[in-house]
Structure formats: C-alpha cells, structure tokens
C-alpha cells in the first residue's frame, strides 16, 4: 500500500509544541478538532512498550477547550450532561458524557470547575464550542461560552510521578486521581491535572499561553531526560487494553447515551434540569436495543481497522465493531463493538466478517477478563 501524506496548510490550526514534534521525527498526524494530533514517531507497538515501562510527552493540544463562565454556567453545564455536576468541586475534573434532546452522544469530555461559575469542558473530537452557544443564545442564560486559548501537554507513564516531583516538588504526587491545581511551570501559568488518556498514570498540562508553548515542552524534556523520555501520542493499543473509548469511532451521534456503557457516570434522576432526560426515560421503558462491548478474537493480529467490521451472532448481523489492535498483555486483538443487547452479555460467542474472512469473536466484560 503506498503511503498516505497529511498536506499541512493553514487550515489545520497549528499547535503550541509542533516546531518540537516535527523536529523529534513525526511520522504521521491525524486531524483532531480541525488541528493535527501526532500518531506515531516510530510505530504503535514500539511505542506502546515504551509508554508501558517509562514515560512519555504527548502533544494533545488538539483537545480543545471550551470554557462556560458566569452566573448561569452552573445551569448551562448540567443542561447538556445526564451527570450531576454541583458537586464537582473546585480543583476537580469529572468524565461527563454530553447528550442533545433526542439523548444522542454529542462528546464525552472531562469538565474541569475552575470556580464555582467557571468551567472548563475538554472535549474529543466535535463541534461542542458552537453547540453549546447556541444552547445558552437559545435559553437565555447569563454566560460566556468560548474556546480559550488553552493547550494540554501529558506526561504519561509509570515514571510521570517522578519527572513531575523533579520539576516542580515532591508536592504533586499528592495530587489525587482526576484533581489540579494552579502552578507555574517554566515562567507560565498553567493547571496541573492528574488525568491523561491511558492507564499507565500521568498528567495533563494545560498551558494557557500558546507563546510559552515551546519553554513548557523543553522544561518537561529536560527534566525527562533521566527517565527515557520519549515523545509519544495516544496509543491504540494501551487504550483498549485499559478500555478508553474514542468518540467518534466507538460511539458517534448516531448512539443514545444509554447505548455507550456510560451508567457509572450518569446520575438520571440528578435535581438539575437536563435536555437528554426525557428521551433517556422514553427509551428506559421500552428497553435498550444495542449496547457497546468489549470482544476479543484469538490468533494473528488483526488488519488495521478503516472501516467497521459486520459482527454476527448466529449467522445475523447484530452489529458492528469499531476499534481494533493486538494486545501483548492479553496475546489477542481487543476491540469495542456496537451490538444488540442480546448478543452482548460477557461470554458470548460472536463472528466477525474482516475482509471477507470470519473469525469467532468472544464478548468480554470491561476488564477482559470474563
């Protein structure tokens, strides 16, 4: 297959860390938010061992923020998620899967509370900025809403603990699991969050001035060096092993929200006015019709997954699967699948049509272990 070149142009927004990335050897970009998002230096499964056993600088500037802020952002924030979010304190990020009116996916962002009226909603890969104003135009509500000029940088691995002690003091590993606070870091303010897309534990620097962007990579690098730092990206493979879903690819605004394995994180009968509530509760009495599921399928590594694969259950189609990669921990390839409800219970037994060849898929519960 000949390679595919990513033509940069002024179209696709430039992040704060790119002159670094390219100069670290980049190989390929994908297109996140209408800006690039590094994918591979080397190649995924080098990388996935590399993040696994040290640590790593991910450019994730491409995770926009939109920010809400005012006497009303409270409202407006529990407006467009099933979760509850008053009790989120200051200093606190929590996963809230965002729902319009018909209850479909819209994004399944972190939501940072900087102040009690100011928050931030850091957002996958859609347009949330422009859905959002138009929800709080429409409503009427006392707020701002806008995209700040805000740009994470994550620190990712087992040995983020100690580059951060490093940089800034043996005080961060204090920080506990989805909190932040407000530092400086190479002479610019930034928030320091203990969160990241893996599991391999880390952080996410949210720089806030786009020109300190190359000072903050540099004073990270350096105070990695002594870890083996490398730089890196969301990797495919420690995802699914962890099993983060990707908006977009596992669930998209096609999906109700009760379809994605979002119940940890909604709380449905929350005392804030929500726009998915009554879908949600229409769709709860005539029951659930799909469900997101964790499969597993034994052998060879699978192909790289562009387009989603049929899953049959008993020679039916009962739906599809979106994510794929070969997991070294589990000697097989994990994948996510939209299917029916009745074929998605843990040990069911499933076939899956991969370009043109059946393969026996096994459903897995959330921890691929039963």
Request: a negative charge.
């Amino acid at each position: 297959m000949n390679p595919v070149e990513l033509v940069l142009s002024p179209r696709l927004r430039v992040t704060p860390f790119e002159p670094r990335v390219r100069e670290l050897g980049i190989k390929s970009y994908t297109v996140y938010n209408r800006m690039v998002l590094p994918v591979n230096y080397t190649n995924t499964l080098d990388e996935y061992h590399h993040l696994c056993a040290n640590v790593q600088l991910w450019d994730v500037s491409a995770e926009r923020q939109v920010e809400v802020v005012g006497p009303d952002a409270l409202a407006l924030v529990e407006l467009i998620t099933p979760r509850h979010i008053a009790p989120c304190e200051v200093g606190q990020c929590v996963y809230a899967p965002l729902a319009d009116q018909d209850g479909l996916v819209v994004n399944d962002p972190i939501i940072l509370r900087l102040a009690e009226d100011r928050f931030w909603i850091s957002i996958a890969d859609s347009d949330v900025l422009l859905w959002v104003k138009g929800i709080a135009y429409g409503c009427g509500l006392n707020v701002r809403v806008f995209e700040p000029d805000v740009s994470p940088l994550a620190v990712q691995g087992p040995k983020a603990d100690d580059l951060m002690a490093d940089l800034l003091g043996p005080q961060v590993r204090d920080i506990r699991f989805f909190r932040f606070i407000e530092t400086t870091i190479a002479g610019t303010d930034v928030v320091l969050a203990r969160s990241g897309w893996s599991g391999q534990g880390g952080y996410e620097i949210y720089l806030q001035n786009s020109a300190d962007g190359l000072a903050l990579w540099d004073a990270v690098w350096d105070a990695g060096g002594k870890y083996n730092i490398h730089a890196g990206s969301p990797n495919l493979i420690e995802r699914l092993e962890t099993g983060l879903k990707s908006y977009g690819s596992d669930m998209t605004h096609d999906d109700h929200v009760l379809e994605c394995g979002f119940e940890r994180y909604m709380h449905l009968d929350k005392p804030a006015p929500y726009m998915a509530k009554e879908s949600i509760e229409a769709l709860q009495a005539q029951g659930v019709k799909r469900r997101l599921c964790h499969l597993m399928v034994a052998g060879n590594p699978l192909p790289g997954l562009r387009e989603r694969w049929p899953v049959l259950n008993n020679g039916t189609l009962a739906g599809y699967a979106s994510s794929c990669a070969f997991s070294p921990k589990y000697d097989a390839n994990l994948l996510f699948a939209m299917v029916s409800v009745d074929s998605a219970t843990p040990g069911t037994r499933l076939e899956m049509v991969v370009s043109g060849n059946h393969c026996e898929a096994i459903v897995k519960d959330d921890r691929w272990k039963s």
